[in-house]
């Protein structure tokens, strides 16, 4: 995929970012003044007393507590959305009719449908947009890359993956809401493991699988687990189960030759198997582990380089999340989450 160049022979590109919450603290918000030819000029959030001392601790010139203010500012290039997912749709459009790009946080959307309208008006608009799955940037999953290109495993054979997590005794936080995220924990961290398969073997095809509540007190599910087929034939099998006591984030990518096993969200090295023995590789995550990605979608902006997480592949990770969590909350091409006592998945609990 050709870069967009949308700022092509500019030196840099100035970021606005909506919602400086604690999403940007660390993870993403430094990354848009550390990355080369980047600059963070202005913050929003709805608090603005929150979003004034945000700007003074990040040393970003310009605040607001309203997002159109910031959209329309001229001295904002681009935006990076950073709000929970349920204004994800409304911010991208808004942003897209006032003629600049988007970068926006995962999960893209609640469901396919809000994707769909997103991805629409950036096309008829001729503007770039981007969903922020970093991990496709990481040096951990670059490693993981080309240890796969350079047939350290022989042929890949099967994927599994297991996420276990105790998320049913901490309450009822909006990331259980479906009104705010859309489904469960599921679609916060699920979408990244997913996507993550979809950049190394190709989009998932074949999928199927189903989603429970087994503990929870809260309404959305707590429990999926889904089969698929990659390109090349590749049979996978994934679990996320957010209703234990137990912890576990294990990804394990076979081949004819042997094994690679990583997890998602910890700093534990690569291991590599085959009839030669175990060897680990440890690749350290940045500071800020979303930079790298920031910075690809910069160079994609100058001309000067291409991003890997656009609207388009992002919205291959939302329609497989869909797909699965269907049966659960009763179709999910509506505002299911405006009608929880129809979902099918709460009535059986």
């Not at 670059?142 to 049913?168: C, D, F, K, N």
């Amino acid at each position: 995929m050709a870069p967009s160049g949308h700022f092509s022979g500019r030196s840099t590109v100035r970021w606005g970012i909506i919602g400086c919450g604690d999403v940007t603290e660390v993870k993403s918000g430094p990354g848009f003044r550390k990355a080369a030819r980047s600059e963070l000029v202005a913050v929003m959030r709805r608090n603005g007393a929150l979003a004034e001392d945000y700007a003074r601790r990040h040393g970003v010139a310009r605040w607001y507590a309203d997002a159109q203010a910031l959209i329309d500012d001229p001295g904002v290039d681009a935006v990076y959305i950073a709000t929970p997912p349920d204004s994800h749709c409304e911010y991208a459009l808004a942003v897209a009719a006032a003629g600049k790009p988007a970068l926006v946080e995962k999960p893209m959307a609640r469901n396919l449908a809000e994707c769909d309208r997103m991805i629409a008006a950036f096309g008829r608009a001729g503007l770039p947009l981007f969903v922020a799955y970093y991990y496709r940037s990481l040096p951990l999953i670059g490693e993981v890359a080309r240890l796969l290109a350079a047939g350290a495993i022989g042929r890949v054979t099967g994927v599994t993956y297991r996420m276990v997590e105790p998320h049913h005794k901490r309450g009822r936080p909006w990331r259980v809401d479906a009104a705010i995220a859309g489904s469960g924990h599921f679609l916060d961290v699920g979408s990244h493991s997913l996507d993550l398969l979809d950049f190394l073997l190709g989009p998932l095809s074949e999928v199927d699988g189903k989603a429970s509540n087994m503990a929870s007190d809260y309404e959305a599910e707590d429990t999926v687990a889904l089969t698929f087929r990659a390109p090349g034939g590749i049979l996978g099998a994934m679990m996320w189960n957010f209703a234990s006591d137990l912890h576990d984030d294990t990804m394990r990518i076979a081949g004819t030759e042997g094994e690679i096993v990583f997890p998602m969200y910890s700093q534990v090295p690569i291991r590599v198997t085959t009839a030669a023995g175990t060897r680990e590789v440890g690749v350290a995550f940045p500071e800020h582990v979303a930079q790298p990605f920031i910075q690809t979608v910069v160079d994609d902006l100058l001309g000067t380089g291409t991003c890997p997480s656009t609207g388009e592949s992002a919205r291959r990770t939302s329609r497989v999340m869909d797909h699965v969590l269907s049966g659960y909350y009763g179709g999910r091409g509506d505002a299911f989450w405006s009608r929880p006592a129809s979902w099918p998945g709460r009535r059986a609990r």
